[in-house]
């Protein structure tokens, strides 16, 4: 689906980027980059003010192949197949996901891990191999939803036999591929609520706090400064200041003198002010 550009997007200028070991050349509108991409309007935050198109960035780490998918997003709104990757390859989407979540793109990884899980539900039975499972870990942090996606596909899917083979599979996805067979043998695994099966693995946005308003939002802690009630006004217990003064006899250089009133039923308050006033050195 062809998405409309505005002349803004269409008339300030070209971004020059450089991707993988052999500097394969993209051309990208700027705008059009800096909409789609927190990262990079960070990293032309100045362009507003001076011309920025004549200076190329390079990802020499990154692969010309994914990136021509991330870009072709950006233009199409869709993700596309390529020459080199007809009906695009699940490791391939993964790949994307990953490059799109260093670009800050949440949109892209929720499209690539939509089309992803429909890949798997249309292919019953589809299990991911050490391979795939490697990548996915040395690239992503715990809880990220691509390990969940993996993981929740090996408790449908996986076989004994496929498992015999877990010598070559990181130990931490092992430990969370336990974790998740004891919540499923325990009924706790479920999505009731939501019909969209890609839900659990959609990157969702950050909660924020709206300061406009007075009451907090639902599950935070008020901050607000609360009044006592009367029942614990009525509990209150006041303690009485020990006296400062020391009772061991004082050195030639200072001179101290005790209140005169010793007198207990005077308030306590009042005896605090008179020792204050009648302390001289």
Known sequence: ???????????????????????????VHLELLCDHSPYFDELYEDRTVKPLT??????????PDVFSLLIGWMYRGEIAETSSAPR???????ELWVLAEKFKMVDLQNNVISLC?????????????????????????????????LIDTWVQYATKSRFLGRENLP???LEELCCALMEWKEGKMETVGHTDTAWPYLVHPSPWKDKARETPLQGEESEMMRLATP????NRKFKRPSSRTHRATPTPSLQVMTPTSTDAEKDPRDQITSGMSSLQI
């Open 231 to 234: 029942d614990q006004l009525k």
């Open 171 to 173: 130990r931490e996805f």
């Open 88 to 94: 695009t390859s699940l490791y391939l989407l993964f």
């Open 117 to 149: 899980k429909t890949r798997i539900d249309d292919k019953r039975g589809t299990i991911f191999g050490d391979h795939t499972i490697d990548y996915v870990y040395n690239r992503t942090l715990p809880k990220s939803p691509l390990r969940l996606l």
């Open 54 to 63: 004549d200076f190329t960035i390079s990802f020499p780490d990154d692969d």
């Open 1 to 27: 689906m062809a998405i409309p550009f505005s002349k803004n997007i269409l008339t300030a200028g070209i971004a020059h980027i450089n991707v993988g070991v052999d500097d394969t050349p993209f051309d």
